[in-house]
T-cell receptor
Framework: DAGVIQSPRHEVTEMGQEVTLRCKPI?????LFWYRQTMMRGLELLIY????????DSGMPEDRFSAKMPNASFSTLKIQPSEPRDSAVYFC???????????????FGPGTRLTVL | AQSVTQLDSQVPVFEEAPVELRCNYSSSVSVYLFWYVQYPNQGLQLLLKYLSGSTLVESINGFEAEFNKSQTSFHLRKPSVHISDTAEYFC???????????FGTGTRLTIIP
């Protein structure tokens, strides 16, 4: 398996523009997570899905952020309009469901480095 | 609510010396504990985890961590580090039955030749 795939790897945009980040989870994984990593705030969970359904979006910063998972093999994180403070590395991760409820390994993608000018 | 504290943001260590990266957590319920490693310009990878059973867990590359419930700690140790261990290490916790992870702020391990 190719692992979790994220695109683009780097994105530079101007304030006010719409940004869409994409993620393809590992085939067969039931959970998908979106994280944001910054020097100031560390690694923050934004939202996660189970079987394409959003379970917890309490980490989404504000209404400018939205995430969708239209099918088991694709998810997007959209920022509209973008602001300089959104500059960060955004990670997507997926995990399978095993016999343990909770405690499953999350497999991370390489991340998208977003710079908003 | 859960929280994870990694007191050391940076730890420099000479090659072949031992190292301990500290992690303390707080939670009102039973938890699972994890250490993830992030190499430069990469995503995080699972290093080891504690779910139940023996409180000492090991990774394939010589790291170990011990779950101490009374001290609410899950410190990571390695008896002899190598240059290739240079990375950022994150401690994380999840509640039983919950896939959501709460991460610490990370510890950057730098190996000095």
């Amino acid at each position: 398996d190719a692992g979790v795939i994220q695109s683009p790897r780097h994105e530079v945009t101007e304030m006010g523009q719409e940004v869409t980040l994409r993620c393809k989870p590992i085939s067969g994984h039931d959970y998908l997570f979106w994280y944001r990593q910054t020097m100031m705030r560390g690694l923050e969970l934004l939202i996660y899905f189970n079987n394409n359904v959003p379970i917890d979006d309490s980490g989404m910063p504000e209404d400018r952020f939205s995430a969708k998972m239209p099918n088991a093999s694709f998810s997007t994180l959209k920022i509209q309009p973008s602001e300089p403070r959104d500059s960060a590395v955004y990670f997507c991760a997926s995990s399978p469901v095993t016999g343990t409820s909770g405690g499953n390994e999350q497999f991370f993608g390489p991340g998208t480095r977003l710079t908003v000018l | 609510a859960q929280s994870v504290t990694q007191l050391d943001s940076q730890v420099p260590v000479f090659e072949e010396a031992p190292v301990e990266l500290r992690c303390n957590y707080s939670s009102s319920v039973s938890v699972y504990l994890f250490w993830y490693v992030q190499y430069p310009n990469q995503g995080l990878q699972l290093l080891l985890k504690y779910l139940s059973g023996s409180t000492l867990v090991e990774s394939i590359n010589g790291f170990e961590a011990e779950f101490n419930k009374s001290q609410t700690s899950f410190h990571l140790r390695k008896p002899s580090v190598h240059i290739s261990d240079t990375a950022e290490y994150f401690c994380a916790v999840s509640d039983f039955g919950n896939e959501k992870l709460t991460f610490g702020t990370g510890t950057r391990l730098t190996i000095i030749p």
